[in-house]
């Protein structure tokens, strides 16, 4: 008999035994699943992961749940992962508010970074019962943000019963206030006797300057974006030896070809032929003619990429963003109209993500489209140089010896006089004259 016991006990010992590998070797599979799609320094390891799923290879999105109640009721939904240089962010507003009904992923906050606006999701469908941190403060990936119940009730039917009930506590006061105006209207009128005091601004208006009351002026803080864009312009100013150069460019040619073949490129490509896939081909015909205009000094050496990804300034109501259409060089005129348009809706919509921005070796801002007729565009680092186009205007040149009204536009090159002579950026930016005037340049490639 007690040997049929202790064999029991050594099989049942054997059993769990074998069921704590089966469950480590699981774990330890899923934890390197985990470790393989969420960085080290994504600082949520601590935090279980409820989903985890990437819609491009670089933007992660994180949820976490933290803790739940016995009978999973309470949700909390955290900050997510924000991007490989972003470790916080300033949590800009709400976008629900205790009481109001969620749904599952439905964004509830909005975190603004040094470069995007992020979306705090909802984990699960529910009602949110309380809010813990608050607009304006500093937050980082896995802080907890809101609390949410599957159980609660929408707090919007009690709402009304309290703002009725107000109204009428509040009105009888009004009517006890009314005489004790009029008792006090007398008071007032010793101090008018005191007409001297009017002439008072006058003497000192001649040695002083009058400025206007503070009640006129608003002080706000200044967003993470906009002090971004500062902090970086200035360090533009004071690292580069910047220099820019002029040409202008006669656009009747890249004009023509654009009106005669749009309906049929419409057609074929479902999208419409802008000027900028244009420029963005001379651009890349010209860093390829001048490679030294695509490198960049890193310390004591100069890197030369042997790749053009194009940078794109688009201003939105949040500050201006520079999204990269990457290897342009090999992209046709469909493509890059595709992908220009892709950020360009990105941007407005406030989508775009940390890897949408990152890296680019050359940049072309269009000022025209605000009306600018010249500029002289800031290099955005760590690039070497900035093409600005500009407004197109009739103006009066003289072609085979007639004067004749031509659609002109100027083009400005900034560029980093460390690296670049002054010899490259003029032919670089020559030859984006002779590649828009003579589109056919780029067929022969001459």
Partial sequence: MASRVASGLLRHRAGATLGLLRSYTYVRSYSSQLSA?????????????????????????????????????????????????????????????PGDRVEADEPIAQIETDKVTIDVASPEAGVIEKLIVSEGDTVTPGTKVAIISKSA??????????????????????????????EKAPKVEPPKMQAPKPTAPSKTSPSEPQLPPKERERRVPMPRLRKRIANRLKDSQNTFAMLTTFNEVDMTNLMKLRSDYKDEFVKKHGVKLGLMSCFVKAAVSALQNQPIVNAVIDGDDIIYRDYVDVSVAVGTSKGLVVPVIRDVDTMNFADIEKGINNLAKKATEGALSIDDMAGGTFTISNGGVYGSLISTPIINPPQSAILGMHSIVQRPVVVNGDILARPMMYLALTYDHRLIDGREAVFFLRRIKDVVEDPRRLLLDI
């Fill in 37 to 97: 799609l969420i960085p080290a320094t994504s600082q949520c390891s601590n935090l279980t992961r409820k989903r985890c799923y990437l819609p491009n290879p670089s933007l992660y999105q994180v949820w976490s749940r933290s803790f739940a109640s016995d009978n999973g009721d309470k949700f909390e939904a955290v900050v997510p992962f924000m991007g490989e240089s972003v470790t916080d962010g300033t949590l800009a507003n709400f976008l629900k508010k």
């Fill in 153 to 182: 009730q929408p707090a919007e039917t009690h709402v009304a019963p309290s703002e009725e009930a107000t109204p009428k506590e509040s009105s009888p006061p009004k009517v006890e206030e009314k005489p004790k105006v009029e």
